[in-house]
């Protein structure tokens, strides 16, 4: 009896090592070799306020502008006017009480099929073309494609991530600020503050189905088991990031999609930029995009081509680029 299991584990063991390896091939031959940074033609451009074509500016510029906010849509027509009213409102308060802040909000329509386009422009109009900015993307890229699109072409020392369900209240990036001035002295002036929504884990699984949570410490251990070590939440939405690790960062990512989050970490992590996470007010919007089931089995085949395709040097860490 005892042969017959020791035989039947060493099957289980060489039929994991050749899964494996097999995964590993897949991930390997499947994968793009340098980032995708090409824009297509019409995306260079944006609309200013009076409806006139510009040329947008590259992260390869010198910075004009103290904070640059950058808010990926797709079919948000809905949501964004409440988050751009608190953003703006906030922004602009901020100003009037230190005429020496500047900023700019980019709104980066992901291909969107309603009118987060016009919706958004009218804040250009409203607020001029100088603080607002609406890049809309010919096709649906992803979240972390239409991100890199707006980080690409900001002006700000620092480069806020926000979502357009305003989930967070946008006065938290106080919050964000400290926490990265708090990181200082920044190494190649390179920095990161997440936004993190771990200290309200206790109430959201009250909340939740028993699979939803399953499904949750799922994730939360693949990320911590292949990619992001010391990090509780990655995938908040609100990301503080320093221009320099924002250019270092984003030309490397190859993710689009949800899991871009954390590929973005490894790779800060792996560049050995310091991350602080800093706890945020957060409140769950109506309308999300992610189907819980499929987006989090994407996320997890992500996790896992993220990790095989460093690993196997399919990816590597690249220097900033400049963008097509």
């Known amino acids: ?48 306020a009076r409806g006139q074509k510009e040329t947008l500016p590259s992260i390869r510029d010198s910075p004009t502008k103290q904070l640059s906010v950058v808010v990926p849509s797709y079919n948000e027509e809905k949501r964004l006017p409440a988050m751009m009213d608190e953003a703006l409102g906030y922004l ?37 073309s100088d603080k607002v900015r609406v890049i809309t993307l010919v096709k649906n890229r992803g979240k972390g494609g239409a991100v890199k699109m707006g980080i690409f072409s900001c002006r700000g020392e ?46 959201s699984i009250a909340q939740r189905s028993y699979f939803r949570t399953l499904l949750m410490y799922g994730f939360h251990f693949l ?3 292949l990619c992001v070590k010391g990090i509780r939440d990655t995938q908040c939405g609100f990301k503080l990031l320093t221009r320099e690790a924002a250019s270092r960062t984003f030309s490397s990512l190859h993710i689009e999609r949800w899991a871009f989050d954390v590929e973005l970490l490894y790779i800060a992590q792996s560049f050995k930029i310091p991350i602080a996470e800093i706890a945020v007010n957060w409140t769950e919007i109506e309308g999300s995009k992610l189907v819980p089931f499929w987006s989090w089995l994407q996320m997890g085949k992500d996790l ?8 196997t040097g399919a990816w590597k860490l690249e220097q900033t680029r400049k963008m097509n």
């Not at 050749?18 to 070799?33: D, E, G, H, R």
């Not at 190494?187 to 929504?197: L, N, T, V, Y």
Request: aromatic fraction near 10%; glycine fraction near 4%; include cysteine.
């Open 92 to 128: 602009e308060k901020r100003q009037k009480q230190n005429p020496t802040f500047t900023y700019e909000l980019i709104v980066v329509d992901d291909g969107s099929k309603d009118q987060t386009s016009k919706v958004a422009s009218k804040y250009c109009q409203k607020y001029g």
């Open 1 to 48: 009896m005892a042969p017959l299991l020791l035989q039947l584990a060493g099957l289980g063991v060489a039929l994991v090592a050749a899964a494996l390896i097999l995964i590993s091939f897949v991930a390997f031959i499947s994968a793009t070799k340098m980032p995708n940074l090409h824009r297509h033609e019409e995306e260079k451009f944006f609309l200013n």
């Open 304 to 311: 896992l081509f993220i990790r095989l395709r460093y690993l």
């Open 223 to 225: 990320v911590w088991f």
């Open 158 to 203: 620092k480069i806020l991530m926000a979502d357009a369900d305003g989930a967070t209240k946008f006065p938290d990036v106080e919050k964000l600020e400290k926490g990265l001035n708090d990181l200082q002295p920044w190494p190649d002036q390179m920095a990161i503050a997440c936004g993190s929504r771990a200290h309200l884990e206790k109430e």
